[in-house]
């Protein structure tokens, strides 16, 4: 089928010559899709308010031979407070990147798609942005295959329970998540994890995103699990992500 239509949002743009943008879609069934949207840049041209990061929309795209274009496109949400308030517009610009570095075009996965429109939607009101961005971070992983191990030792495969593995595990981004107190001992580059962080780890990779408020959790747990993640991530990614930066600056 050369035509068709879909839910998508908007990853990022890129400029094409004088007045078109190449769009970088995740789309509801067909994963991450590259289209032109051509003469978006010109001044009310009928796809100028749907071709900017974040926008959730229902688009009509062509399959081209070398590049997919889009035809239409029509707005289901603008989420205009993404791109008004810089700290959400950096905490967006986090998970787009996130998601486009993660994942190939073509390949779908709808259970991302819904977590994208949910965890940006959730940003119109949140304060929880520091949570949500964890809770995105453990489902988005989870949902690409590389989810950390929080169940068993990575090093030798013991169940780890809280009360029963004493209090000085570790995580190792290297070996993919949690290790036993024994297995930790053994290695120079884990990292100490507290019982606090690994309970809270695993009570947000299984959480419903709207019940994130039910949930006290002390800055030092918060922030522990920030240089877990932002560890672990970075090891997958091999790279650094250009909206971090942008992120600290906001954040001072
Ligand atoms: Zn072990």
Not at 77 to 82: K, N
Not at 117 to 137: D, H, I, N, P, Y
Request: overall charge neutral; proline content about 4%.
């Amino acid at each position: 089928m050369a035509l068709y239509r879909t839910e998508a949002v908007v990853l990022r743009t890129r400029n094409l010559g004088e007045a078109d943008k190449i769009l970088t879609l995740f789309t509801e069934n067909r994963g991450k899709v590259r289209a032109v949207a051509r003469g978006s840049r010109r001044p009310r041209n009928h796809l100028m308010g749907s071709s900017q990061p974040f926008v959730h929309g229902s688009f009509m795209i062509f399959r081209g031979k070398n590049l997919d274009s889009v035809s239409q496109a029509s707005i289901i949400d603008p989420m205009v407070y993404l791109r008004e308030d810089l700290l959400k517009m950096a905490h967006a610009s986090y998970i787009v990147e996130l998601v486009d570095l993660l994942t190939e075009e073509y390949d779908p996965n709808s259970g991302l798609f819904t977590l994208i429109t949910s965890v940006l939607g959730q940003m119109r009101t949140s304060g929880m942005e520091a949570r949500l961005l964890k809770f995105f971070e453990l489902h988005l992983l989870r949902l690409t295959g590389i989810e950390p191990q929080l169940a068993c030792c990575v090093g030798c495969g013991v169940t780890v329970v809280p009360e029963g593995n004493g209090n000085s595990l570790g995580f190792s981004a290297r070996e993919g998540g949690v290790l036993c107190t024994d297995c930790r001992r053994q290695r120079t580059d884990a990292l100490p994890f507290s019982l606090g962080a690994l309970q809270v780890m695993r009570w947000l990779a299984n959480a419903d995103g709207d019940r994130l408020g039910i949930l006290q959790i002390p800055t030092a747990i918060e922030m522990e699990m920030e240089q877990l993640l932002r560890g672990f991530i970075d090891f997958h990614l091999q790279r650094p992500l250009k909206s971090l930066e942008f992120l600290h600056t906001i954040r001072g």
